[in-house]
């Protein structure tokens, strides 16, 4: 039986992949984001399935809630290059709530249940020059 964790995240990812405002960024799914400082001349976003909580809703149910990020990294040396990577990080937070995932369990919601946005930890940009935003979408998912 194939992870729901792993099935939602390389759905996602095929989904940015597909869209044109994200033509010439480079998308990939993995398990980690490992970027050196020369990988982010040019914008990336890492699909990474992060983690799921289970808990018992009944006798019969059980509830995972999923968590999956998107890691979006751009290496920006203008305030310019950062109000675009902003812009970028905007777009895929949207197609990430957008996201409707094709789910096997028709009664369970089919787009994200929460998503959750962080941006650059303060010395990414004033060190190192390195935009980063971190989105964690959370999928909840009933199984019997």
Not at 50 to 64: A, F, I, K, N, P
Not at 100 to 118: A, K, L, R, Y
Not at 120 to 134: D, G, I, K, W, Y
């Amino acid at each position: 039986m194939p992870s729901t964790l792993r099935t939602i995240a390389a759905d996602l990812s095929a989904g940015l992949q597909g869209r044109a405002e994200l033509s010439g960024v480079s998308i990939s799914n993995d398990y980690y984001a490992e970027l050196s400082l020369s990988d982010m001349e040019t914008t990336k976003i890492v699909v990474i399935p992060s983690g799921e909580e289970v808990e018992r809703m009944d006798r019969l149910t059980w509830q995972h809630d999923c968590q999956i990020v998107v890691f979006i990294g751009k290496r920006c040396k203008t305030e310019s290059e950062v109000d675009d990577a902003m812009d970028l990080a905007y777009t895929v937070q949207q197609l990430v709530v957008d996201h409707d995932w094709q789910n096997v369990w028709i009664s369970d919601p089919s787009t994200p249940m929460t998503v959750e946005v962080e941006h650059n930890p303060q010395e990414a940009l004033s060190e190192r020059n390195v935009f980063r935003t971190v989105i964690t979408a959370t999928y909840r998912v009933f199984k019997t």
